[in-house]
T-cell receptor, first 117, second 112 residues
């Protein structure tokens, strides 16, 4: 299989606090992972590309100091929402490509719903 | 960011009916992917298409990669209640550039 797991699935935090979301590829290695954000009834919008062992690449308009990404191993990427505010409330989803395959399909995690009070 | 044009935006059908949806782009993609998303869940990969003109099936699902590489369609035959959800197409530029550009989504509802 190609299983990607996210944790936590739901998190509620107070405004001003930081929240860390983990994305793990359970049965394959992923040198590249992607973080998406999805608003209600909308499509997925790419936030950043997470590269193992190097800095993440952020899409235009995404604040890198706000959304810290760390890809410390071939199976784990983390997204930290720093000093969260209510407008950061959203559904965050990660995806990963199996580095051992020659095809580029991406597999998604279950998503993490962040609510900032 | 860029999004692909997906149609229809929503569909209301009866169980047993066939479904067809498509995705178009102004840009060429070298891979087309179709995903299904249930409420509160991440997208699940349904079909991946790698060659222009390719027609691929996965059970009751059939998808085609358009010859121009700017479009793709997904058909669902004999729909069942568990087909309810949002279907997204996604285009990928190349193997070395795996960023996905997503379609706007098609919400499928089955009328009892």
């Amino acid at each position: 299989g190609a299983v990607v797991s996210q944790h936590p699935s739901r998190v509620i935090c107070k405004s001003g606090t930081s929240v860390k979301i983990e994305c793990r590829s359970l049965d394959f290695q992923a040198t590249t992972m992607f973080w998406y954000r999805q608003f209600p009834k909308k499509s997925l919008m790419l936030m950043a590309t997470s590269n193992e062992g190097s800095k993440a690449t952020y899409e235009q308009g995404v604040e890198k100091d706000k959304f810290l990404i760390n890809h410390a191993s071939l199976t784990l990427s983390t997204l930290t929402v720093t000093s969260a505010h209510p407008e950061d409330s959203s559904f965050y989803i990660c995806s990963a490509r199996n580095s051992g395959r020659t095809t580029g399909e991406l597999f998604f995690g279950e998503g993490s719903r962040l609510t900032v009070l | 960011g860029q999004q692909l044009n997906q149609s229809p935006q929503s569909m209301f059908i009866q169980e047993g009916e066939d479904v067809s949806m498509n995705c178009t782009s102004s840009s060429i993609f070298n891979t087309w992917l179709w995903y299904k998303q249930d409420p509160g869940e991440g997208p699940v990969l349904l079909i991946a298409l790698y060659k222009a003109g390719e027609l691929t099936s996965n059970g009751r699902l059939t998808a085609q990669f358009g010859i121009t590489r700017k479009d793709s369609f997904l058909n669902i035959s004999a729909s069942i209640p568990s087909d309810v959800g949002i279907y997204f197409c996604a285009g990928q530029l190349s193997f070395g550039n795996e960023k996905l550009t997503f379609g706007t989504g098609t919400r499928l509802t089955i009328i009892p």
